[in-house]
């Protein structure tokens, strides 16, 4: 298939874990309310593993997998951890986060 016939927003490129993902962890770590040792165990993985991740080896394998699975389950917790907008599923409705952002009391904007 011809990338110009791909739909562009649904394209992966090479850069899929952010160059400042240490930060991005500390932060979605900080979003858990979790200690380093709980956010271990919540995701199978060993604390030095944490640690190596938090040093700036990038995640992969299962580790990444319980990792992107847990950031699902907390609110932003993809945002935070990986930069992306997640999509609520198909036919479930939430209501926009800054609703009325950018319109006037009368509906019109501002």
Same mark, same amino acid.
């Given at each position: 298939?011809?990338?110009?016939l +791909?739909?562009?927003? +649904? @394209?992966?490129?090479d850069?899929? @874990?952010p160059?400042?993902?240490p930060?991005r962890?500390?932060?979605?770590?900080?979003r858990?309310?979790?200690s380093?040792?709980a956010l271990?165990?919540?995701?199978?993985?060993?604390?030095?593993?944490l640690?190596?991740?938090?040093?700036?080896?990038k !995640?992969s $394998?299962?580790?990444?997998c319980a +990792? @992107?699975? +847990?950031?699902?389950? @907390? !609110? $932003?917790g993809?945002?935070?951890?990986?930069?992306v907008?997640?999509?609520?599923?198909? $036919?479930?409705?939430? !209501?926009?986060?800054?609703s009325?952002?950018?319109?006037?009391?009368? $509906?019109?904007?501002?």
């Open positions: 298939m011809k990338s110009g +791909l739909p562009s927003h +649904l @394209i992966v490129d850069g899929l @874990i160059t400042d993902f930060q962890l500390n932060a979605f770590k900080e858990t309310g979790l380093w040792d271990a165990g919540c995701l199978g993985v060993d604390p030095r593993q640690q190596r991740w938090r040093k700036g080896t !995640p $394998g299962d580790g990444l +990792l @992107i699975l +847990l950031a699902a389950r @907390i !609110p $932003g993809l945002h935070t951890l990986m930069e907008h997640v999509l609520p599923p198909s $036919g479930v409705y939430q !209501p926009p986060l800054a009325g952002f950018g319109m006037s009391d009368e $509906g019109e904007e501002a």
